[in-house]
């Protein structure tokens, strides 16, 4: 590695996730351990998605990021967990048109640049940080020749973001919440594939680009520390309601994927309300689009 003119990248596109039954909270803050299962549709990637392009170089003095063309910090813990595990899992990269060869123990000495965008609002409420540390994760794995299957590197995905961890598979997915301490059964399977409900059409309507008042992180933590409700609905709702959704899934029974949707998503700000002091996430705007949809009995997914 003398020569120190050369670069090589990867872009990748991941398509954000719209969860149907709903993470809210976790047992482990640091490797992102939720109390309940969820379950989530992946969008179509050619909507809302984020582009990521991951490039090394020997010239390179740090490892940099920039979301959005603004440059951000990388030292927080999540960007640190998922640099680290793909780091470990690095083998050795050839590229004989441009002579580059790295071998695996030369990844520790590297640094790496990342430039991500988002093609919708970031940290609104459209889940940005499921589509940008999926796709942090699964670009860094493409560069680095990182080997192991879409479970495990969702695994690393949701060391970044919980939600994260199911935008790595297609169609339907399930993040199974697991019980190991080191988090080791915490990962995404998919249900099914993004072919096998063909006709299921998702509408999102963003009432509001504007960045929330209280993140998802922050926002689950109070509601762990004083939502009795939450508690009740992690042991004795939601696990009912993830084999409900299962079926209707599988069976492709829209009024009961529609009511169980529904019902969670009404269920998640209801803890909302039930966390002290009290978090809002939905406007006037899109309590309007709540009744109004329910009149035309059309299945609005509400992302937050
Ligand atoms: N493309 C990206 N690459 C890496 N990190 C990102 C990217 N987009 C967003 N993030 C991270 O995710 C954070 C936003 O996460 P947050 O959970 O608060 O909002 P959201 O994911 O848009 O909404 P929600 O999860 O509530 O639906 C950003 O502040 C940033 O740290
Ligand atoms: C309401 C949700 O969208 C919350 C998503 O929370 P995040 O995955 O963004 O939270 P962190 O794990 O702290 O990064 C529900 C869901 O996607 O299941």
New binding site residues.
Partial sequence: MANKNWILMVTAQTPTNIAVIKYWGKRDETLILPINDSISVTLDPEHLC?T?TVAVSPSFESDKMW?NGKE?SLAGGRYQSCLREIRSRANDVEDEEKGISIKKQDWDKLHVHIA???NFP????????????A??VYSLAKLMNVKEEQGKLSAIARQG?G?ACRSLFGGFVKWIMGNEANGSDSMAVQLASETHWDDLVIIIAVVSSRQ?ET???SGMRESVDTSPLLHYRSKEVVPKRILQMEEAIKTRDFPSFAKLTCTDSNQFHAVCLDTSPPIFYMNDTSHRQVLLLSCFSVLLIT??
């Fill in positions: 984020t990521t979301l951000i991500s965008f988002n970031t940290a609104a409420g459209l889940a940005s940080s499921a589509a940008g540390f796709c942090l973001s939600s929330k993140s998802s992180t992302t937050l």
